[in-house]
């Protein structure tokens, strides 16, 4: 632990006794909260170290012990408890062989269980460094922690991407929009026709939700509007919503055959969508 | 001043004066545990419980904390209070039974059974000690850790903190270990035998049950050699 590290995230909230903050940015850089750095928050903040260590006890997202280089969480909210979290969870336990908040001996995974990740529908949930895992099984818990071991989803553990795959179909025909020949990121991408000024060609999206870049066939300014069509009925997907960042009209279509609708703005350059699963926004 | 009418008595008292004070001073008695004369109310164990209000907008308060309103009606001993009162003290009984101070609360009210999971507790987290340790020893040095039911009480990283003073003053208010540490002497209230370096609990059969937040205190150091 670096003092002048402590000492400068401290000065940063500049003599304000913001304990939760000040606390928050040292777990970032640490990974927890050191024992010689909550004593220096008390001696700079002014505020007593029985104080600091209650507050830096009372909330779950801080922890007094070092974390593993990965942190898995599984969600154990009431709908992903009753999709079978808890047999997630045991498989994880059992695999990993700890305890929810403990860290595996190699100092790679932190394994802890959280209450609820805000995405009920996709339960049972898995967070990796992360990134979303949804409908997860016994399964793949194995997959899971590979993948978490190796990094393969981004290793720094920062990285606070939302993505997972979505299956995408056209609302009037119902035919499947992806196309497995064309990848991005990875995943198959999405293909949509697209009408722009300078005639009607394909865009391709990626299929993985997080990530929000437009491939288009035709080359268009960044603020053009491009009206959306179904390749295989030829029907407009506009839907009546509007982009919420830039209020351009939204193209429309059904996810994982029609449990949800993800709709993206129409605008080349805007980064604008809306996601909802069983009747949940996220 | 503030007129408030309590168990059908009318009262003028200052304003900011709580509930409580203002029944005491009428001479109507109300149990208390987490209050403390000195020590800033703090409303955690809920004996004090008063009915404040008529018909259905009455309703149960903390006597401790609430400050005197004017017109305030109040009942001290109302069926529904005693009821209240019984059940915190079957509550309390049942984390803490060994207790002296709540034993004794219990007996004055005639509770002699509980219905809920028997548990041991050593503390019944009052916070008395937390406000006694900061506000009259000016020391800070134990609190509250945790939360919910994991919360617990003292040093920072558990161990001797380097502000606590050894003056007792923890022990001594708290319902939980008073009997313990107060030793054979219950009438000097505090042992403090940890400081003088005489410490009477070495010789006790429960030493090792003893809750003390003087650790490493002189009595346990003595007692490992
Ligand atoms: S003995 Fe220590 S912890 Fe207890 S009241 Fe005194 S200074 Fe505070
Ligand atoms: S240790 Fe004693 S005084 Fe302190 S909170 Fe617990 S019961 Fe109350
Ligand atoms: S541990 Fe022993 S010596 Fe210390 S205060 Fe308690 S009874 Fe007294
Ligand atoms: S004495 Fe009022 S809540 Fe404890």
């Not at chain 1, 437009?214 to 959306?228: S, Y």
């Not at chain 1, 009209?249 to 059904?254: E, I």
């Not at chain 2, 940890?194 to 030493?207: H, R």
């Amino acid at each position: 632990m670096e003092t002048a590290n402590i000492l400068d995230i401290i000065h940063k909230s500049e003599g304000k006794a913001a304990i939760i903050s000040i606390l928050e940015d040292i777990q970032e850089k640490y990974t927890y909260l050191p024992e010689e750095a909550l004593r220096l928050v008390a001696t700079e903040t002014g505020c007593s170290l029985t104080d600091v260590y209650g507050v830096a006890t009372f909330y779950k997202a801080f922890s007094l012990k070092p974390r593993g280089k990965h942190c898995v969480s599984a969600c154990l909210g009431t709908a992903c408890h009753v999709r079978g979290a808890e047999t997630v969870v045991a498989e994880f336990k059992g695999q990993l062989n700890l305890q929810p908040g403990e860290t595996t001996p190699d100092n790679e995974i932190t394994f802890e269980t959280v209450n609820c990740l805000g995405a009920c529908a996709l339960g049972p949930i898995v967070v990796s460094d992360g990134h979303y895992h949804a409908n997860v099984t016994k399964r793949e818990v194995k997959d899971i922690i590979k993948a978490t071991r190796e990094g393969t989803h981004g290793s720094d553990g920062a990285s606070k991407d939302y993505e997972f795959s979505l299956e995408a179909s056209c609302p009037q025909c119902g035919q499947s929009l992806i196309d497995a020949a064309y990848y991005i990121d990875g995943h198959p991408s999405i293909r949509i026709d697209v009408m722009t000024d300078v005639g009607t060609g394909w865009m391709r999206v990626p299929s993985l939700y997080g990530n929000f870049v437009k491939i288009l066939e035709h080359i268009v300014p960044e603020d053009a509007l491009l009206t959306p069509l179904c390749p295989h009925c030829g029907s407009n997907l506009q839907g009546e919503l509007g982009c919420l960042e830039c209020n351009a009209p939204m193209g429309t279509m059904n996810v994982d055959g029609g449990v949800g609708i993800i709709s993206i703005c129409s605008r080349k350059g805007c980064s604008g969508h809306i996601l909802t699963l069983n009747g949940a926004t996220i | 001043m503030i007129t408030l009418t309590i168990n059908g008595l009318r009262a003028s008292v200052e304003k900011g004066t709580t509930i409580l004070e203002a029944a005491r001073f009428l001479g109507f008695p109300i149990p208390t545990l987490c209050h403390h004369e000195g020590l800033s109310p703090y409303g955690a164990c809920r004996l004090c419980v008063v009915e404040i209000g008529d018909g259905p907008g009455a309703r149960l308060v903390s006597s401790c904390t609430y400050p005197a309103e004017e017109g305030l009606k109040v009942r001290t001993a109302s069926e529904r209070v005693i009821k209240a009162r019984r059940m915190v003290i079957e509550l309390l009984l049942a984390s803490c039974p060994q207790s002296k101070v709540i034993q004794d609360i219990a007996s004055r009210h005639n509770v002699r059974q509980q219905r809920f999971r028997q548990e041991y507790e050593d503390c019944i987290l009052c916070g008395l000690c937390v406000r006694m340790c900061e506000e009259q020893m000016m020391a800070k040095a134990i609190g509250f850790r945790g939360r919910g039911s994991g919360r617990s009480i003292g040093t920072p990283f558990d161990i001797r903190s380097d502000v606590c003073r050894l003056c007792g003053g923890c022990m001594q208010v708290c319902p939980a270990c008073q009997l313990r540490c107060t030793y054979t002497e219950p009438d000097k209230a505090v042992c403090g035998g940890c400081a003088n370096l005489s410490p009477p609990c070495v010789e006790k059969e429960q030493f090792h049950d003893m809750m003390c937040y003087m650790s490493p205190c002189v009595a346990c150091e003595i007692r490992k050699d």
